[in-house]
């Protein structure tokens, strides 16, 4: 479940980041970015919980064990997504913050700033954060490749391993 969630949290902040460049700076970029930031502690506590809910239960079993080759692939994609999904809302935070703009969630809270206004260490944050979105953009491209590899190639059970029905 936290697997979907996530999906849609970060296909939603993409989006909404990408919308963000194309606007010109006004009171719609800065809602579009309001709710993109948003999502980005959204994806930020997920990952939280889920790197504490893999650690605590461990992964779902695979009903069919994969070759050595697969395994060391899979848990190489894995390892990555994981490191951009936690790189990617930390870089945008430390934009913000270094940026001088507020972290708010929702417009409910702010959270504190995390490094002081410094507009060099901004820039080198929002290169980062630019580079993160295109690299976790294709790992996503890479990963739903993997799935549909795995689906319709090899017709194996990985993918019920996420969502259980599919293997009924």
Partial sequence: MIHWLMALVIF???GLGVWATQLSHGDLRDEVLLVHKSFGIT????IVLRVVVR??????AYAVQLGRLVRAVSKSAHLLLYALMIAMPVSGYIMSSAGGYDVSFFGL???PSIVPHDKALAEAASWAHFI???AIGIALVLHLSG???HALVRRDTVFARLWPRAAQ
Avoid: Q, S
């Avoid at 994806?43 to 997920?46: D, F, G, I, K, N």
């Avoid at 650690?55 to 779902?60: D, E, F, L, S, T």
């Fill in 12 to 14: 939603v902040a993409l």
């Fill in 43 to 46: 994806a930020l506590a997920l």
């Fill in 55 to 60: 650690v605590a239960a461990g992964a779902p």
């Fill in 109 to 111: 809270i702010t959270l």
């Fill in 132 to 134: 993160f979105g295109w």
């Fill in 147 to 149: 799935v549909v590899w």
